[in-house]
């Protein structure tokens, strides 16, 4: 049986809308289901706790897992200051007493148990915002290392072009 989960409703209820499989609300860092319960894991963007990805795969199991890389919209994160996307996410892990389980720290944790790397993938592709309205949109919504305001970053939205790159990484694992 398929399953999605997410922590938050709002996000359940967009996907009862699109999605035919059952629905659960739960935590990517302790997952909310029995040991040995799924062939396959997968994620894109969030990073399932590579522990619990562990608990939860069959003998011979599968994680699939797409994410955005360390240097995701790199020219936007220079413009403001913010250094790389990874030393963002590795930081807000550290604030929070968290382990930071990017694509390296992940496959590496799974080589080291014992699993099959069966793809360990970057990719940079060009990426262009349609306009500026999309840009602003991906600014106020993304999760960025400080909220950007029109009137304090003048100066720098002023200058940010619509191109940017697209940093991402595939992480395929097997249980053995």
Known sequence: ND???????????VAREHLPCHLVM???????????????????????DPREVLRVLRPRGRYVTQRPGD??????FDAFGWGTNGEFWRREAAAAGEPFWGYD??????????????????????????????LAFWLRNAP????????????????????TNWHSALLVVRVR
């Open 3 to 13: 399953v999605a989960l997410d922590f938050k409703l709002e996000m359940l209820t």
């Open 26 to 48: 739960g935590d990517q860092r302790a997952l909310p289901f029995v040991a040995r319960s799924f062939d396959v894991v997968a994620d894109r963007h969030v990073g399932v």
């Open 71 to 76: 240097r995701i919209c790199q020219n936007i």
């Open 105 to 134: 720290e992940c496959a590496a944790f799974y080589a080291d148990a014992g699993c099959e790397i069966v793809r360990n993938e970057e990719a940079y592709v060009d990426y262009e915002f349609l306009n500026e309205e999309s």
């Open 144 to 163: 960025l290392p400080e909220r950007v305001d029109a009137d304090r970053h003048a100066d720098i939205l002023a200058k940010l072009p619509l191109k």
